[in-house]
T-cell receptor, first 113, second 115 residues
């Protein structure tokens, strides 16, 4: 119940295309859902985050879509660029243990020039 | 650089040796978290510390692993008698408070290789 399932494991997208990464969870106590971007040899960096009272959040080319009833959320990267090539992790946490992030297993994105 | 500072970035240890990983939180942050990332996996929570206090160590292996965050100086993750399975990237993160409104910020990690 504490898992966050992420798919696909890897993704190849043409430059200018849309990259879509999906995550699903079971624990209805999760109240915060961030996405992290990680480049090789670097630490994860917060990209965008959403709370379950909002169905969509957009920041630049990055959008989170959140479906509370289905317990799913997804990251959409519009106009994907080669510089977006990285590993993306979804995560979730509960209000009661706000420090304990549960991470998905990651999606390795490659954007072809 | 005002980010979370970790050192060493890379560490090689022989089986049975000790590994010490250090983390200095961002300026103004008093809460530190350690996560471990095994190859091709997501990050797994290990421990949450405040100055001189371990708040939650539920993710720490019961044997050989310990963590501290002293009043002065960096947080230290110590792994005694390392084994090959300890090879991983260890990430420290920090936040100004442990509440739900705050995001945690990660350092660049310490890559431990046990040979």
């Amino acid at each position: 119940q504490q898992q966050v399932k992420q798919s696909p494991q890897s993704l190849i997208v043409q430059k200018g295309g849309i990259s879509i990464i999906n995550c699903a969870y079971e624990n209805t106590a999760f109240d915060y859902f961030p996405w992290y971007q990680q480049f090789p040899g670097k630490g994860p960096a917060l990209l965008i985050a959403i709370r379950p009272d909002v169905s969509e959040k957009k920041e630049g080319r990055f959008t989170i879509s959140f479906n509370k009833s289905a317990k799913q959320f997804s990251l959409h990267i519009m106009d994907s660029q080669p510089g977006d090539s990285a590993t993306y992790f979804c995560a979730a946490r509960t209000l009661g243990e706000a420090y304990k992030y549960i991470f998905g297993t990651g999606t390795r994105l490659k954007v072809l020039a | 650089n005002a980010g979370v500072m970790q050192n060493p970035r890379h560490l090689v240890r022989r089986r049975g040796q000790e590994a010490r990983l250090r983390c200095s939180p961002m300026k103004g942050h008093s809460h530190v978290y350690w996560y471990r990332q095994l190859p091709e996996e997501g990050l797994k929570f290990m421990v949450y510390l405040q100055k001189e206090n371990i708040i939650d160590e539920s993710g720490m292996p019961k044997e050989r692993f310990s963590a501290e965050f002293p009043k002065e100086g960096p947080s230290i993750l110590r792994i005694q008698q390392v084994v090959r399975g300890d090879s991983a990237a260890y990430f420290c993160a920090s936040s100004p408070a442990g509440g739900s409104m705050n995001t945690i910020y990660f350092g660049e990690g310490s890559w431990l290789t046990v040979v």
